[in-house]
């Protein structure tokens, strides 16, 4: 059977998705793969059907053992032979499951990284005796302990390689940038991986982001519009996602709450009524939602301001996985920024701190853009987004743009003139022609100070901001933030491009959040 005729027989589709075929097609000449695919993106078919077709057990290592069964229910349904091994389970039923292993019955075995590795180690004796011809690792970013997820027994998966020699290990994730990336290859020990890496942008969530004041209300107003609609609304704490459930039930809304720190039994009921469209929304801390395929969710709200990039774009991610129009909005104010901030200094580990609040701070630099988003965004996953997008609040706002190419051409010349060694500050009061002492005296020589005095301080401020977010400057990581030239920053040097900003009489203020440098 060809990889195209098992898509169609056991999963009824009838064309691949993205780089799916390529996929598949490494993991059948039996070499390493790193899959980077957005929530939605078909990630699970890239090792199910190679288990189809390969003759032997293919090992999936998922972290969430209450996503298991639904996976394999839905497996067993395709008629595709498969099980998962946990805790849940009574010996009577891990012993048909070993001797349906025994007897090559199964083609998939879901298990938790902690069984396989942990003391006890005569699961992984006996799965060694079998014949394994694929092993998949799902949500590999929580061996990074950049990443937002970090799972510390997803470290003990680095003895997979020597356990299994040989045997193509594919590593899956939704969610990780460059550092995260470079981890997951390193602590796998991945042998020569290819890197799959699809597109991240998500065409049909429009992304907005609004000044938080008085949230309740903004709620109200937001939901009032999609009374029948699924929602995903999330806040930092666990007693916030109890009070506003609560406050949204008083107001008539079909919502509950979901946290960690609420019973199994609990969690399970929210889970199953939100599933069922019984409860239409969900308010929830960030436990929620790893591999719920809840393909209808309509809308997700972030009442407070998330910690990082990757978190908010997996939680957005979770709208719109059946490519129909949806929403994602935040709520942003900068005390929530303040109050992250002391969150993200980790005791005695400098490092890891310093990388925290880097993160912290292209998170609030995404909800201060005056510029695309959805553009931002894919710039954050290193991904090529040359226009703007048309659908997130900022293309949608009826901003009055006009040619501000010779503006750039100012901004870029200034730069330039200062060696790329200054940040926007001084820059602003260079371009002004400012008489401060602060400028060197043989700036005050050069042919573009004062070449901008005829604008505003504040709007020069916000024209950089919009260079920097359409990619003409990029910000120095380190505590300098110098502005450098980029390669597109030519371009508009040389008037090969025509650069649009906005004009400062239009902004509506109301509805993008306000700049503060
Ligand atoms: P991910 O794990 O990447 O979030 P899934 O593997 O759950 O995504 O797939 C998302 C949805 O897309 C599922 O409903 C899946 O059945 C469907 N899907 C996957 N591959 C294809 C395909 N080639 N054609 C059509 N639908 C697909
Ligand atoms: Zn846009």
Redesign the pocket.
């Known amino acids: 059977m060809t990889p195209l005729q098992a898509?169609q027989k056991y999963?009824g589709?009838s064309?691949?998705?993205h780089s799916?075929e390529a996929i598949i097609q490494h993991v059948l000449s039996k070499q390493d793969v790193m899959v980077l695919?957005?929530?939605?993106?078909?990630?699970?078919?890239c090792y199910q059907l190679p288990a189809v077709l390969l003759n032997g057990l293919t090992i999936v290592i998922s972290p969430l053992i209450a996503l298991m069964k639904d996976q394999v229910d839905s497996l067993n349904l395709s008629g595709i032979p498969a099980a998962f091994l946990n805790s849940s389970q009574d010996p009577d039923e891990q012993k048909d499951i070993a001797i349906r292993l025994k007897n090559n019955q199964l083609r998939l075995l879901y298990v938790a990284p902690e069984r396989l590795f942990g003391k006890d180690d005569r699961l992984m004796t006996f799965l060694k005796t079998l014949e394994v011809v694929q092993i998949a690792i799902d949500e590999a970013h929580c061996i990074s302990q950049w990443g937002h997820d970090f799972r510390p027994e997803y470290l003990m998966l680095a003895g997979l390689k020597n356990e299994f020699p040989g045997v193509p290990v594919i590593a899956l994730t939704?969610t990780a940038d460059k550092l995260t990336q470079k981890d997951i290859l390193d602590k796998l020990n991945l042998h020569k991986p290819a890197v799959f890496i699809s597109s991240f942008n998500r065409e049909n969530i429009t992304y907005r982001v609004n000044p938080k004041n008085n949230s309740f209300n903004q709620l109200i107003n937001f939901l009032g519009q999609r009374k029948e609609e699924s929602g995903i609304i999330y806040c930092l704490s666990r007693k916030s996602t109890e009070l506003l459930a609560d406050n949204l039930k008083d107001e008539g809304f079909a919502a509950e709450a979901y946290h960690a720190g609420l019973t199994n039994d609990k969690k399970a009921k929210n889970q199953e009524a939100f599933l069922r469209d019984d409860v239409k929304i969900i308010v929830a801390t960030i436990a929620f939602g790893m591999g719920i395929?809840k393909?209808n969710v309509r809308y997700v709200v972030h009442m407070d301001l998330p910690k990082n990039i990757e978190g908010y774009y997996q939680e957005t991610g979770r709208a719109g996985?059946d490519g129909l129009p949806s929403d994602a909005l935040l709520l942003y104010s900068p005390g929530d920024a303040i109050k992250l901030r002391k969150f993200a200094t980790v005791e005695n580990n400098a490092e890891q701190s310093a990388i925290m609040l880097k993160k912290l701070d292209d998170m609030v630099g995404y909800c201060q853009l005056h510029a695309c988003r959805r553009q931002y965004l894919m710039q954050y996953f290193d991904e090529a987004f040359p226009d703007t997008c048309g659908s997130c609040d900022y293309c949608l706002s009826e901003f009055v743009k006009f040619d501000g190419t010779l503006i750039a051409q100012k901004a870029l010349s200034a730069v330039t003139r200062l060696k790329e060694r200054f940040g926007v500050t001084y820059i602003v009061d260079f371009l002004r022609g400012s008489r401060s002492e602060k400028i060197w005296p043989e700036h005050k020589e050069l042919k573009t100070y004062g070449a901008g005095a005829d604008i505003s301080k504040a709007d020069w401020q916000r024209y950089l901001r919009e260079l920097i977010a359409m990619g003409y400057l990029r910000v120095t990581d380190d505590a300098y933030a110098s502005l450098k030239l980029t390669a597109k920053s030519e371009l508009a040097l040389k008037g090969l491009q025509k650069v649009e900003l906005i004009s400062s009489q239009t902004t509506d203020e109301k509805e993008i959040a306000p700049l503060d440098f």
Do not use: I, V
Request: proline share 5%; hydrophobic share 30%.
């Open positions: 898509l999963f589709y064309n691949f998705r799916q695919m957005p929530t939605g993106g078909g990630k699970s078919l939704a395929n393909s996985r």
